[in-house]
């Protein structure tokens, strides 16, 4: 079946694929994070080699509007280093855990990117002119002997390849004791937050040396740790509010006008357990991996590993909406948990109107629920469905019993290729999903 969409029905078509085939990945070429920026022109992908690599939207051909728009590399720039805390032997990965695009302002393009411990903003801005024409300097860069200048002229700008450059323009750091997990640029686009296990801290984007701390959650005495921050976020356009969610399961929405240090929440966002599912795994997978605002501001959206809640911030006692991923894994938890799966950190996004959520699930599975429908689809990224504008099958997977003719049966999925990192286009039906270290692009099928 596919989505029913404002012109009619919808299905989803393979568009491109980014990345090596090769069997054998590079630990360094796995995608840790993938962003859109706010206009969806340009797409950012960050990885565990510190790399950010940016794709850019070609302007579709007006004369045939069934070849859509595809992304193609932009920049591609280290943003990060591997590190060494001398002081507590430990090393820091290079491994981008985070990327932020600001509004755009001028002609250049702004990101913040994060590995455990430093923050960066960068600058991508294009050349395509050189200047020409010095009087003080030879064209090779050499300073002339000022006596040999008899003559005076205008430097010229002249027309060259287009270049694009990365410059990192600020440096946060110093500010994190533990690693950080989230950041999140605020509505009034000069403040933005960055989150770690334990605490949250509020930064100005034009000062490095310094950054606010509005929650603390670290007990005096360390053995009696409970909980930990999993992810935090500012709403979309009210800009004293933030959320943050804990590995209990809980949701704290805050209020920085309330008072300087936010460790009394204005709301708590958490769902009584059902007592007939309580299990060994049931903290494990309570724990939330990813919350966001919806576009709207009114609702909000958290993952844990079986499933994804919809939240009406006017509600704090259970979610409205809630969609099963993968209950079918419900029965294999114990081996998810021995092979380390189960802490999986699944991410979510939401599409550009609000009405269909999207998140990834393993065998390179990824799931929509359209939200006013009340349905769900599954689809696979795939090298087998990487011919241009190949629609996608839905997939169906059997939890046990009889097998039916296209279903797979739970106990042949993959669970090292797994879906986490997810983004939607904000205005069109395109989405990016990143497979370990390949980079899907689908789009929605023109009629």
Not at 179 to 197: C, F, G, K, R
Not at 247 to 273: N, V
Not at 420 to 437: C, G, K, R, S
């Amino acid at each position: 079946f596919v989505f029913a969409g404002p012109g009619g029905d919808m299905q989803w078509c393979f568009s491109q694929v980014k990345g090596a085939i090769d069997d054998d990945v590079a630990e360094a070429d796995i995608i840790s994070t993938v962003e859109f920026n706010h206009t969806g022109e340009l797409l950012a992908t960050g990885d565990k080699g510190g790399r950010v690599v940016i794709f850019q939207q070609e302007i579709e051909n007006k004369n045939q509007p069934q070849f859509r728009s595809e992304y193609n590399v932009y920049s591609t720039f280290q943003s990060h280093e591997p590190e060494f805390d001398y002081l507590k032997s430990l090393e820091i990965e290079e491994k981008i855990n985070k990327i932020r695009w600001l509004p755009q302002k001028n002609a250049a393009q702004f990101l913040l990117s994060t590995n455990d411990k430093t923050i960066k903003l960068w600058k991508i801005s294009e050349r395509d002119k050189r200047p020409e024409g010095y009087n003080l300097k030879e064209e090779d860069g050499r300073y002339k002997d000022p006596n040999t200048i008899t003559s005076l002229r205008v430097p010229v700008l002249i027309p060259m390849d287009l270049m694009v450059e990365a410059s990192p323009r600020r440096v946060f750091a110093n500010a994190h004791t533990y690693h950080i997990n989230s950041v999140s640029v605020n509505s009034d686009n000069e403040t933005y937050l960055s989150a770690d296990d334990l605490r949250i801290n509020l930064w100005h984007l034009e000062i490095t040396d310094r950054s606010f701390n509005i929650v603390d959650i670290k007990p005096a005495n360390m053995e009696e740790l409970t909980e930990v921050i999993t992810a935090g976020e500012f709403h979309p356009y009210q800009c004293n509010t933030f959320v943050y969610s804990s590995s209990k399961g809980t949701i704290r929405l805050c209020d920085m006008r309330s008072s300087a240090l936010c460790d009394k929440h204005s709301k708590l966002f958490e769902e009584p357990e059902d007592p007939s599912n309580r299990s060994f795994f049931s903290e494990i997978i309570s724990s939330i991996s990813d919350v966001k605002f919806s576009h709207n501001g009114r609702y909000m959206m958290t993952r844990d590993y079986l499933s994804v809640k919809i939240w009406d911030l006017n509600m704090e006692n259970r979610p409205v909406e809630t969609y099963q991923v993968h209950e079918y894994l419900r029965s294999k938890l114990c081996s998810l948990y021995e092979n380390d799966c189960i802490f999986d950190k699944f991410e979510c996004c939401w599409n550009g109107n609000d009405s269909v959520v999207m998140t990834g699930s393993y065998n390179n599975f990824f799931r929509m629920f359209d939200r006013s429908q009340r349905r769900d689809l599954t689809l696979e990224a795939s090298r087998e469905n990487s011919k241009p504008m190949q629609v996608l099958k839905p997939r169906k997977v059997s939890a046990g019993g009889k097998r039916k003719k296209d279903e797979i049966s739970v106990d042949s999925l993959d669970f090292n290729k797994k879906i986490l990192h997810t983004a939607w286009h904000p205005q069109d039906n395109i989405i990016a999903v990143a497979t370990t270290n390949n980079l899907y692009i689908f789009q929605d099928k023109v009629n």
